[in-house]
């Protein structure tokens, strides 16, 4: 087998990976909070949270390693502006997802303890889904633009 051919699929497959996750994720935790059901969502995010750590995790792992051995294995200079710009990228969507993966706990043990109460969702939960929200754009995009880079490779020059 030819080891860059898999280390090519390697890494195009973490990087469906992470898109299909977390558009995947984002979706199911909007359509649970939709439903304004504490159970329901409690429910979705133990499933969310699960997800994330199985498959986010390990392509965030995965992705890294794979993009290095490629880059070194074709020549290419990790100091090449898309790649650079990817890096970029990735910290960014890092920097989003982080915080994001704490407040899927938090959702999920306010709708558990909503739920087990026979309570509405709290004003605390609504507050966080907002934010959790709002910081999956920009991390969402940023691996949107880090797919976009890998495809096209431009000249870019940021020096």
Known sequence: MDPDLILRWLHVIGASVLLGTGAGIAFFMLMAHRSGDARFVA????VVILADLLFTTTAVIV????????AWR????????????????YVVAGVFWLPVVWIQVRLRDLAQTAAAQGAP????????FRIWFLSGIPAF???????????????????
């Open 43 to 46: 429910q979705t995010a133990r």
């Open 63 to 70: 992705q890294p390693v794979t993009g290095t051995l490629l």
């Open 74 to 89: 074709l020549g290419w200079s990790l100091a090449d502006g898309w790649i650079m710009l990817s890096l970029v990228l």
């Open 121 to 128: 969702l709290p004003d605390s939960y609504h507050r966080l």
């Open 141 to 159: 995009l940023s691996v949107l633009s880090i797919l976009w880079l890998m495809i096209a490779r431009p000249a870019i020059e940021l020096f």
